[in-house]
């Protein structure tokens, strides 16, 4: 992809120019490219890559389990007496961590740590060297309530 930039003489024809170009554009992103496509079609007709991947996969899954047990261990650890229980009984990539948006803008603010406002976490973006900092800051932000 690229971009273009184009110089009209007034207001309408930039109208006009701008529906024409959403016209041209369409096409671009209703018909994604088929590499896509093509790769899961090649692993999933070999029974090896298929093997592979489902292995791959469970190993993810299984690593964004290990990321929210020791997540919940560390907030204990550093000294919260809070439930965080809803961080384990969650599932998938993201998780609600139950912070407010005061406490999520505190967070970002002193601790440098960003989430969305409604405090939903991309457990993706934890691992082991973090997840301490981020239970310890988590703990800071809460503690007081």
């Known amino acids: 992809m690229g971009s273009i930039q184009v110089v009209v003489g ?5 109208v006009n120019l701008d529906s024409q170009l959403k016209i041209l554009i369409r096409p671009f992103y209703s018909n994604p490219p088929i590499y896509g496509a093509r790769l899961v079609e ?5 029974p090896k890559l298929t093997a592979l991947w489902k292995q791959e996969v469970k190993g993810m899954a299984d690593r964004i389990i290990s ?12 000294g919260s ?13 993201f ?4 912070l ?14 960003y989430m969305t406002r409604n405090g939903r ?10 997840v301490d900092y981020l239970a310890e800051s988590m703990h800071a932000v809460t503690k007081t309530q």
């Open 81 to 93: 007496k809070r439930s965080w229980k809803h961080i384990t009984d969650q599932i998938g990539m």
């Open 121 to 130: 976490i991309s457990l993706a973006g934890i691992n082991t060297k973090n």
């Open 100 to 113: 407010t948006s005061q406490q999520v803008d505190e967070l970002a603010a002193k601790y440098h740590i």
């Open 42 to 46: 090649a692993i999933l007709t070999d």
């Open 10 to 14: 007034s207001a309408d024809e930039a």
């Open 67 to 78: 990321m929210r047990e020791m997540l919940v261990k560390k907030l204990a650890e550093h």
């Open 95 to 98: 998780c609600y961590s139950g």
